[in-house]
């Protein structure tokens, strides 16, 4: 297969390509930048694209045209505190940039065995205990309100006949960066701990079991349009987390114990928001308790299923 992807330097879009290349699949990377593209396996072909940009461009346009498949990553980190003008390239990152790469497959008459596009748990927002699948009703919030936005317009896809699909993605653990990467110097000094009360929920993935969830969607047999209700992007929502979420606590404390740390520094909420703002509710003190519902149905197996077993795979060397 013949698969673009949108923001394919980042920690995602890089791991997919080598799953991808180490397959035998071609990969042709969407990126601002011109030339060759760090941190990529040499034969990924690499394509300029501004998502910003409604109008024609004709060379991303082609490329387009000749896929067989789409996955969709690119977008402004929410990992920021946010002011108004993060705010602003947070939300137009998904949402205009999404409304825009629909377009271009339309000018492009690309017709694209699907189309997977990036979403996040922040779709559900803060939801205490609550478990989620993904028939749950989107909840409040900055978050939410982003991620709805960039699900509606993923969706316009499919009157285009394309068969498509948002993928509602957790915490993505890996020492490359993320939550992870920059937990892992603190712990290891033995500052590490609970934030905030630690009660709330982790819906966390290892970033192997990212990639292998998105190629088996990318083989998975699914219709192009339909639905269910008023809301037929519920039809076609993945939840990319592990079966096993976990509170902040139990998090912290897997964690020191795979790095043989002491994980009894706790961070007070007051604290993170000093430092974060608004963004440390959202990201670092509230959270979601998801279960991937609908992927294990389609039949897929989580290489990485439990907590101490992913971070022993990550952590090990």
Same mark, same amino acid.
């Given at each position: 297969? &013949?698969?673009? /992807?949108?923001?394919?330097?980042? !920690?995602?879009? #890089?791991? +997919?390509?080598?799953? @991808?290349?180490? %397959? *035998? ?61 993060? &705010?602003?390239? /947070?939300?137009?990152?998904?949402? !205009?940039?999404? #409304?825009? +790469?629909?377009?271009? @497959?339309?000018? %492009? *008459? ?154 009894i520094a706790p961070v007070p909420g007051f604290a993170m928001r000093l430092l974060f703002g608004e963004m440390a509710d959202a990201l670092l003190l509230e959270g979601q308790r998801v279960a991937p519902s609908r992927l294990l149905e389609s039949g897929f197996r989580f290489a990485h299923p439990d907590l101490d077993g992913a971070l022993h795979d990550l952590l090990r060397s």
């Amino acid at each position: 297969m &013949r698969i673009g /992807i949108t923001g394919a330097t980042g !920690l995602l879009g #890089r791991r +997919l390509s080598r799953d @991808l290349t180490g %397959a *035998g699949h071609e990969v042709v990377a969407f990126s601002r930048r011109d030339g060759p593209l760090k941190g990529l396996p040499e034969q990924v072909t690499a394509v300029r694209w501004n998502p910003s940009q409604a109008s024609s461009q004709p060379e991303f346009e082609r490329a387009l045209a000749r896929l067989d498949a789409l996955v969709h990553f690119a977008g402004e980190t929410v990992a920021q505190r946010w002011t108004a003008a993060s &705010r602003r390239r /947070i939300r137009e990152s998904r949402i !205009l940039g999404t #409304r825009n +790469l629909v377009t271009a @497959l339309q000018r %492009a *008459g690309a017709k694209p065995t699907r189309f997977l596009s990036a979403s996040a748990v922040g779709y559900y927002g803060a939801r205490d205990d609550e478990e989620l699948d993904e028939t749950a009703d989107p909840g409040e919030g900055f978050l939410s309100d982003v991620s709805r936005g960039w699900e509606a317009e993923a969706g316009c896809a499919r009157s285009l006949g394309i068969p498509t699909a948002c993928l509602r993605i957790g915490v993505v653990l890996t020492p490359e960066g993320g939550a992870l990467g920059r937990m892992l110097l603190p712990f290891r000094l033995g500052l590490g701990g609970r934030l905030g009360s630690g009660r709330q929920w982790m819906s966390w993935i290892h970033l192997s079991d990212v990639a292998g969830a998105v190629i088996h969607l990318l083989q998975l047999e699914f219709p192009a349009t339909g639905g269910t209700g008023n809301s037929p992007a519920l039809q076609y929502a993945y939840n990319l987390t592990a079966p096993a979420p976990a509170t902040n606590r139990d998090f912290t404390r897997a964690l020191g114990k795979a790095l043989r740390r002491p994980a009894i520094a706790p961070v007070p909420g007051f604290a993170m928001r000093l430092l974060f703002g608004e963004m440390a509710d959202a990201l670092l003190l509230e959270g979601q308790r998801v279960a991937p519902s609908r992927l294990l149905e389609s039949g897929f197996r989580f290489a990485h299923p439990d907590l101490d077993g992913a971070l022993h795979d990550l952590l090990r060397s």
